[in-house]
Antibody
């Protein structure tokens, strides 16, 4: 059974940093394309970025709102996915989900999410 | 980026009725469109991918159709557990985008 468990969320001031982690199990992590998506309270879902599998080169695509501030990485030896968030803004407040991707592009397994609140 | 517009914003129906939800893209996404269901307090669940293919475990009462810029999710006969928010998502062009959702509520 696929399991994705996020951690690391919390309250941070504008301009601060936070690192989210996602522990993956139940599938071959090194072959999986992964993503981070987010959902602001009461709002729709928004892409943060996706990372290719190690076997496909491990490169990352970001969306414009986070490009240059957020970094997605993966650690194959630990089956871990990370999201380093710097220069946080109030508009980054959301629940952040780690997902696997079907066809490199459809989130098909989701973690339970971790809440990030950016507020002074 | 491709903008997905969902309509209606809210749909009020009774169990047993059929539901038709719409998703319109600002430019063609070919057949690269998916639908998700999100119940209160839960994570989104993939229902339909590439326009018309049901994901694993999704009941046959859910079906998808369309191509290019206009897509439809149909629920043939609503069960009580179907009342939720539904999102569409395109994978034709990065950045992939989601629609803002249609809330399907009990009338």
């Amino acid at each position: 059974e696929v399991q994705l468990v996020e951690s690391g969320g919390g309250l941070v001031k504008p301009g601060g940093s936070l690192r989210l982690s996602c522990a993956a199990s139940g599938f071959t992590f090194r072959n999986a394309w992964m993503s981070w998506v987010r959902q602001a309270p009461g709002k729709g879902v928004e892409w943060v970025g996706r990372i290719k599998s190690e076997t496909d080169g491990g490169t990352v695509d970001y969306t414009a709102p986070v490009e240059g501030r957020f970094t997605i990485s993966r650690e194959e030896s630990k089956n871990m996915l990370y999201l380093q968030m710097n220069s946080l803004k109030t508009e980054d407040t959301a629940v952040y989900y780690c997902t696997t991707l079907m066809y490199y592009s459809y989130p098909d397994n989701w973690g339970q999410g971790t809440l990030v609140t950016v507020s002074s | 980026e491709i903008v997905l517009t969902q309509s209606p914003a809210t749909l009020s129906l009774s169990p047993g009725e059929g539901a038709t939800l719409s998703c319109r893209a600002s430019q063609s996404v070919a057949s690269y469109l998916a639908w998700y269901q999100q119940k209160p307090g839960q994570t989104p669940r993939l229902l339909i991918y590439d326009t018309s293919h049901r994901a694993t475990g999704i009941p046959a009462r859910f079906s998808g159709s369309g191509s290019g810029t206009d897509f439809t999710l149909t629920v043939s006969s609503l069960e009580p557990e179907d009342f939720a928010v539904y999102f569409c998502q395109q994978r034709s062009l990065w950045p992939f985008t989601f629609g803002h959702g249609t809330r399907l509520e009990i009338k």
